[in-house]
């Protein structure tokens, strides 16, 4: 009797060694290393990263590790292991315009100064499965050579560092184009980690909150911005992809230097915009940008930031996918999982109140039904009394 | 502070977690917290917006009741978690554990020994006293959520003191169904000014929030909110003069203890869906039973004498 809720630590301890059981599946075959996870699920690493909002390739692999390939939880992980670092500061803004290219691609102009660069991308596959992989690895040939031939391909792209202008840029040479440049006295923008969330949110805060946003969410509600939920009318400007340098000023040297280099990927989107009373037509930006190759969610990214920017540009609100509020409260994949799944949580206290008012209700309503039944007869009475 | 000299449990647990911080914070976000608590205690029932972090549990599970004990507790303190009034339910058990592995304090079941309680949907039958401090589990910090989702313009209502929407849903909840239909998380008014969520707490606890002696602090991490009840503050249950708040009332004692004063769990025993009632409070419960034992023992010995 009343074992229901008892033993719970022991419960816990033996769900701990069944988890760590699952996760390794079977034992007759090799177990993935860390090292596999970074170079072999490349992307999944680049999803973790920039959800979970830290730059560490190793700890993202060990994340999606220890998560069984559960890219939520596995950000979740990075997420609560980030907030016990702690701050030396911030970097110096990242210069895109200087990235490495990797890939670099134009929607808008079919030749531009730098050129089209179509790198590595899944675009143009035919998905097929391909069933040589199913085979074992060791058929692929030697590891070595090809990883030699990465990193030589690489440093010959290193080499020959051709500037490339971002396209938003050679647009603006007609003036075209909004340009984003920091207004003079505009406050340094906040720290979407250190400071709650609170609305009327900025534009600073907005895109922090977009880069840490769940890709699926990003990419639904872009998909809807595409379909008539906000005015949108996307070109896309420009995705770069490739490594860019992260500088620090240190405050020993009085300088900025260079403390290492970043994969990331970023997305301009063109919007057309109407115009007002103040403004000519011109055309708007979207801006998307995440760690590691995330193609697909920078240019969510970018659609959604350019829907919230709505009632900045004076258009008429009509979707949620405008509404600020609604979008950054409900972006964050840690807090939705996290709520959605406290529901498995024991609530047997409330449900135990809302079954007394359901039981009493029902009592009363049975004793109306009855009541109401007995004057009926009375009313008849009367009446045929007159 | 305020450390009994028994405890019931000696942790059978690591001592505190190697390479993190005393309660797993570190010290600035600790800092950060306290001074939200402190403006909070200031303004009772009023939510004060903090920098929630992500913790090692999930946003939904007790992460800003867990914030608000990280940030108060110290080595001293005794610390009893419960959840839907028991100290064995998993997350109380999880939490629990979380404490005693960063902090390696006495964890307790007994309410009087505690001298910070973390609950999720309760106040323990035993009254507290005033060198205690019961932590709340809170979803929704904002009680009037459901009427008004934007945060926005809840806070304008909040500054405005304007609280007519809620008292217009307490009376169609009377015109459709005869009385109030909110059973948990019932509303309240905070020392005659601040409208607050009392945490989904059910109706039956809401008067031991009135004049308790002990500091209320309730903390919703997910919704980056904390708000108090400083001990002895005036909590007001929201009703009408024709319609008074009323708590919930069982037909049945405890199968256990007896009591017919603490809040009741319903058990389905068997396939024909034969019921039983017990405490929801298990400490409480076990209380009970054991003074309950005691006297018929010392009965036993007087008759055997």
Redesign the interface.
């Known amino acids: 009797?009343?074992v229901?809720?008892?033993?719970?630590?022991r419960?816990?301890e033996a769900s701990w060694r069944l988890l760590d059981k699952s996760r390794r599946g079977d034992t007759r075959l090799a177990e993935l290393s860390v090292g596999q996870i970074r170079e072999q699920l490349r992307l999944s690493v680049a999803r973790v990263m920039t959800e979970g909002s830290v730059y560490d390739e190793d700890l993202a692999a060990l994340a999606i590790k220890q998560a069984a390939g559960d890219l939520v939880e596995a950000i979740?992980l990075l997420?609560?292991y980030?907030?016990?670092l702690?701050r030396f500061g911030y970097t110096q803004p990242l210069d895109s315009e200087t990235m490495v290219v990797e890939r670099r691609i134009s929607a808008t102009f079919k030749d531009l100064p730098g050129g089209q660069l179509l790198g590595a991308t899944y675009d143009y596959t035919q998905r097929l499965l391909d069933f040589k992989l199913m085979a074992d690895a060791q058929a692929n040939g030697d590891d070595s050579t090809n990883g030699q031939a990465a990193q030589q391909q690489r440093a010959a792209l290193q080499e020959t560092p051709e500037a490339m202008p971002r396209v938003v840029t050679l647009l603006n040479k007609e003036g075209l184009i909004e340009q984003e440049t920091p207004l003079s006295g505009a406050p340094e923008p906040g720290d979407l980690?250190?400071?709650?969330?609170?609305?009327?949110a900025s534009r600073a805060t907005r895109l922090q909150n977009l880069a840490r946003g769940d890709e699926g969410f990003l990419l639904a509600m872009g998909y809807a911005t595409q379909r008539g939920y906000a005015n949108s009318h996307p070109f896309a400007g420009e995705i770069r992809f490739g490594s860019v340098t992260v500088e620090m000023e240190l405050d020993e040297l009085g300088e900025a230097v260079e403390i290492g280099e970043i994969d990331i990927t970023e997305c301009q989107m063109i919007n057309q915009f109407a115009g007002s009373t103040e403004v000519p037509p011109t055309f708007t930006q979207g801006y998307g940008l995440a760690f590691g190759h995330s193609e697909r969610k920078a240019m969510a990214m970018a659609l959604v930031d350019r829907a919230l920017r709505a009632e900045e540009l004076g258009e008429t609100l009509a979707s949620p996918t405008q509404d600020i509020?609604f979008m950054l409260?409900h972006s964050d994949n840690?807090?939705a999982?996290?709520?959605?799944?406290?529901l498995k949580?024991?609530?047997?206290?409330?449900f135990?109140?809302?079954?007394?008012?359901v039981r009493?209700?029902r009592a009363?309503h049975a004793a109306q039904v009855e009541q109401t039944s007995q004057p009926d007869t009375g009313h008849d009475q009367e009446e045929q009394a007159a | 502070m305020n450390a009994p000299e028994t405890q019931l449990a000696s942790a059978p647990y690591d001592s505190a977690a190697e390479g993190?911080?005393f309660a797993?914070?570190?010290e600035q976000?600790k800092r950060m917290i306290r001074r939200s608590l402190l403006k909070a205690v200031a303004v009772p029932g009023y939510q004060v917006?903090?920098?929630?972090?992500?913790?090692?549990l999930?946003?939904?599970?007790g992460?800003g009741g867990i914030q608000v004990t990280a940030a108060i507790i110290g080595r001293s303190d005794t610390l009893k978690v419960i959840?839907?009034?028991?100290d064995?339910?998993?997350?109380?058990?999880?939490i629990r554990?979380f404490f005693a592995r960063t902090t390696g304090v006495a964890t307790t079941r007994r309410t009087s020994e505690a001298t910070i309680v973390q609950t999720?949907?309760?106040i323990p039958e035993t009254p507290l006293t005033d060198k205690q401090i019961l932590v709340y589990q809170v979803?929704m910090p904002e009680p009037l959520f459901r009427l008004e989702p934007?945060?926005?313009e809840c806070k304008k209502l909040h500054a405005l003191a304007d609280y007519g929407l809620i008292s217009v849903k307490l009376y169609e909840d009377i015109v459709h169904?005869?009385?109030i239909?909110t059973?948990?998380?019932y509303p309240v008014i905070v020392n005659e000014r601040y409208l607050s969520s009392p945490s989904?707490?059910?109706?039956?606890d809401n008067p031991k929030m009135h004049m308790n002696p002990a500091l209320q602090l309730f903390g919703a991490g997910?919704e980056?909110r904390i708000h108090a009840i400083p001990p002895y503050t005036k909590v007001r249950s929201l009703d009408f003069d024709d319609h008074p708040f009323e708590i919930?009332r069982?037909e049945h004692a405890c199968a256990?203890c007896g009591s017919k004063e603490s809040?009741?769990?319903?058990?389905i025993?068997d396939d024909a869906g034969k019921r039983?009632f017990?405490c929801?409070d298990?400490d409480y419960c076990h209380d009970r039973r054991e003074q309950q034992a005691d006297q018929t023992g010392a009965i036993a010995e007087g008759e055997s004498a």
């Open positions: 009797m009343y229901a809720v008892k033993g719970g630590e419960a816990i979740f997420r609560a980030r907030t016990t702690p980690t250190r400071e709650p969330l609170s609305f009327p509020e409260s840690v807090e999982s996290g709520f959605v799944q406290h949580l024991p609530h047997y206290v409330d135990q109140a809302e079954l007394e008012l009493r209700l009363q | 993190y911080n797993y914070l570190d976000t917006p903090f920098a929630s972090r992500e913790m090692p999930p946003f939904g599970w992460t959840d839907q009034g028991s064995e339910t998993t997350n109380a058990v999880n554990r999720r949907h309760r979803p934007r945060v926005a169904h005869g009385s239909a059973t948990y998380d989904p707490i059910p109706k039956f997910r980056r919930q069982w256990l809040f009741l769990d319903e058990m025993v039983m017990v929801s298990s």
